[in-house]
Each structure stands twice: as C-alpha cells, then as structure tokens.
C-alpha cells in the first residue's frame, strides 16, 4: 500500500445542486469588464474577490519605490491587491482568470508574477482535471470498490464520479484530503501541514514519488456527517497520477480563496 503526505483545505459554504445552469452576465468594474456567474454563491471555488482600492488620498507616493505622485507621474491600482503604484511599478497587463476579466489588466510585479504562474493551472491543470481520470473507488469503510471516472466539472465547483453508479462530491464541502504516494511510508513523520506540503517536489506528474491515490472527507448535501472517499489509480495510472497532481496545484487556489 502507498504511503500518504497529508495537507487540509477547508472551504466555507454550501453550494447548489450541480443540475442548476450557471448563467454568467457582464459585469463593468473600476478595474475593468468582468463576465461573473448571475448568482454570486456560485463562483468557482478557485476564484476570488476584486479588492478593495487603496483610497487616492492615502497614497501620495508610489507603495513601491516611493515615488511622489504628481500632475506627470500619474497613480495607478493594481486590479489583483488594489494598491497604488506608479506607471514604472505597475506597467504589466496580466490575464487574471481568478477575478473573471474579459481582458488582461494592470497589476504590480509580484502580483503580475503570481498571476503568470496561476497562468500554468488554468491553462494545463484544470484541462486534466476537467478529461478526468480512472480510479478505484471505495465509498467509508465498505469493502466494495468500484471503477469510476472522477473529473472536475465544467463550473470548478464538483467532482464527478461515473460508473455503474454516480455521485458527486462538492469541493466546498471537503474538510480533508490526502494524497496517496507509491513510494512513501505511512509513517507519522510523513504527516505535513497543507501549507508545507505546497512547496514540496513530492507529488509530481513525472518524479520518482508519483501520486497513486486520494483520501478525502467531506460532508454529503443535507448532511453534516462527514463521509470518507478513498480512490486509487486504476490500469491507466500515468493519466490518474497526472489528475492528482493537478489536483495538488489547485488545492492552494482553494486554500487562498478560502482565506481571502
């Protein structure tokens, strides 16, 4: 049996069924066009909130090098922090997928960076979550198991799993989940802290600890029992390994949105 490297994510809120369309409308903000679900509680688990803009009067020079602005040296607000920069410190126009612009907009460097390396989840990651992959699937402690399809929905909002059965699991109701490792020990030095294990090289699509596996709580609509998921990759392991560890990058989007 794999060992496991542990982290924790917890998302706050009930969501809809996932039969009840998303419809989406375009929406004008100070930052710019933004297309927004209709009903805001139904966001993607992954998005987050445009900020709050620092007052003009609180910021008489640059936040970053200081520069004073003036009748020339014009401010500007950063669309992802909402802090005010100068032109030289906030030059860059990123796409910014996590507050639903149409189009690029202005950020600072380190927030332009941040949101080019988010660029790789959701230009690669949340395709393999969305094609999905095979897995064993074990529902609590039952020891029957069956060969499901689990993938993302189209709305980030749901894992589906087909088989001869379905169900759905709604990410923002899962409390835990560990991922399940082929070459570690299940040992309890192997326990890391979600935080720490988002740095870690451990779960990779192609290093020598590939991710084998998932174990996940989470708690059933109408119901505040929580319930246990375990899946293991089933023939097809290189496309299940690669699910997982897409799932690992898009669990510290989740995290951060969850503490936004």
Known sequence: MGGFFYFIFIIAGCGKMSSVPDGK???????????????????SPFSLDEPQWVPDKEC?????????????????????????????CCSKKVTLPRMCFVDPVRQCGEC??????????????????????????????????????????????????????HFEVELSRISSMQVLTEESTPEENDIHTYTSLLDSQYISEGGNCRASGMLLHYKPMGSQDPKQLRMEAAEDKKTASSWLAAMHKGAKLLYEARDQ
């Open 25 to 43: 409308k375009l929406v004008r903000s100070p930052s710019g066009l933004r297309m927004v679900p209709e009903n805001g509680a139904f966001n």
């Open 60 to 88: 008489p020079s640059c936040m970053q090098c200081t520069k004073k602005f003036d009748f020339l040296t014009r401010k500007h607000h950063c669309r992802r922090c909402g802090r005010c920069f100068c032109d030289k």
């Open 112 to 165: 332009s960076r941040v949101s080019q390396k988010e660029m790789e989840f959701y230009d690669k990651q949340l395709k393999v979550l969305m094609g999905g992959g095979t897995f064993i699937v074990t529902l609590g402690t039952s020891e029957k198991s069956e060969t499901m399809m689990c993938r993302l929905s189209n709305n980030h909002r749901y894992l589906f799993l087909d088989g001869e059965s």
